[in-house]
């Protein structure tokens, strides 16, 4: 079946410092990919997506790309900021359906 | 700006007393999901309307109810809530596209606490 699997957190880094979260995924046909950002208290907002192999989405200095070949989607910065500390959430979908999060991983950016 | 919108924010009911959540939207989206995520986990789907058409999951209790009486509107009932419902309740949308663009659009979420 479908599935997501995240690197688990908490991730604490230093402001400005290089950021990756890991996402792997399974799936039974060709879905798009998302990763989904949480503050405290609020919903979950998109922050990037890509709906084919080899796309990338790109959002806020945040990059991940659809690969096909390591069935991945890593989620990378290259200079994380205080305010980027929330939880992050990778996760697959098909058309109008269920969606498959992945556990979601906390990111702390101290100053 | 078009939106997702879920009153109340914060919602304390008692055991065993029914409870409603509302959500609307102003998106025009066919597609309609409630999901229940409790502390530190992944967001868990309920049920959705894809139109009027109510689509459960094998795994949701029959204690969880929904109602979508039009396009924009959604309630979910909990009909005898437990101290495991406790839980942040959010509502999400979606439209049928072409293109396989099918991100949803999350509301703000209810905190339900049930005492």
């Known amino acids: 079946g479908d599935s997501v699997t995240q690197m688990e957190g908490p991730v604490t880094l230093s402001e400005e410092a290089f950021l990756t979260i890991n996402c792997t995924y399974t799936?039974?046909?060709?879905?798009?990919l998302f990763w989904y950002v949480q503050y405290p208290g609020e919903g979950l907002q998109l922050l990037l997506k890509a709906t084919k192999a080899d796309d990338k989405g790109s959002n806020k200095g945040f990059e991940a790309t659809y690969r096909k070949e390591t069935t991945s989607f890593h989620l990378e910065k290259g200079s994380v900021q205080v305010s980027d500390s929330a939880v992050y959430f990778c996760?697959?979908?098909?058309?109008?359906?269920?969606?498959?999060f992945g556990s979601g991983t906390k990111l702390n950016v101290k100053p | 700006d078009a939106m997702v919108i879920q009153n109340p924010r914060y919602q304390v009911t008692q055991f065993g007393k029914p409870v409603t959540l509302s959500c609307s939207q102003t998106l025009n989206h066919n597609v309609m999901y409630w999901y229940q995520q409790k502390s530190s986990q992944a967001p868990k789907l309920l049920f959705h309307?894809?139109?009027?058409?109510?689509?459960n999951e094998a795994d949701t209790p029959d204690n969880f109810q929904s109602r979508r009486p039009n396009t924009s509107f959604c309630f979910l009932d909990i009909r005898s809530p437990g101290l495991g419902d406790a839980a942040m309740y959010l509502c999400?949308?979606?439209?049928?596209?072409?293109?396989?663009?099918?991100?949803?659009?999350f509301g703000p979420g209810t905190r339900l606490t049930v005492l």
């Open positions: 799936a039974t046909g060709y879905p798009s």
């Open positions: 996760a697959l979908g098909y058309n109008f359906n269920k969606f498959y």
């Open positions: 999400a949308t979606s439209r049928e596209t072409s293109g396989g663009e099918n991100e949803q659009f």
């Open positions: 309307y894809y139109d009027k058409d109510f689509n």
